[in-house]
Nanobody, 129 residues
Framework: EVQLVESGGVLVQAGGSLRLSCAAS????????IGWFRQAPGKEREGVGC????????YYTDSVKGRFTVSSDNAKKTVYLQMNSLKPEDTAVYYC??????????????????????WGQGTQVTVSS
């Protein structure tokens, strides 16, 4: 059974930092791309960042570049989203997802939900101003 379990979401003040974790099981972790998405009330789901566990490449949406970092611990089958310099607009439910990222995929496709097959239940991140 495939499982993706996010944790680490809390209420944090603007300017603070937070690390989310995504524990994976039930699929060949090393062969998959793990992505982080977020969805705020009334807004569409947005790809935040991802890591391709095959080659270690990471991709980020422009609004989080330089602030967020995705990393992977293949031994623990866990992917992390380190979030620094948090802003109120980062408030959302954050989801991790697993999919097959192909070498020819564009940066934008890596951050599109359509390439992801498995999803976690989400964790709430609230950034207060």
């Amino acid at each position: 059974e495939v499982q993706l379990v996010e944790s680490g979401g809390v209420l944090v003040q603007a300017g603070g930092s937070l690390r989310l974790s995504c524990a994976a099981s039930g699929f060949p972790f090393d062969d998959y791309t793990i992505g982080w998405f977020r969805q705020a009330p009334g807004k569409e789901r947005e790809g935040v960042g991802c890591i391709n566990n095959i080659d270690g490449r990471t991709y980020y949406t422009d609004s989080v570049k330089g602030r967020f970092t995705v990393s992977s611990d293949n031994a623990k089958k866990t992917v992390y989203l380190q979030m620094n310099s948090l802003k109120p607009e980062d408030t959302a439910v954050y989801y991790c997802a697993a999919g097959r990222g192909e070498p020819h995929y564009s940066y934008s496709l890596y951050l599109h939900y359509l390439i992801y097959d498995y999803w976690g239940q989400g964790t709430q991140v609230t950034v207060s101003s």
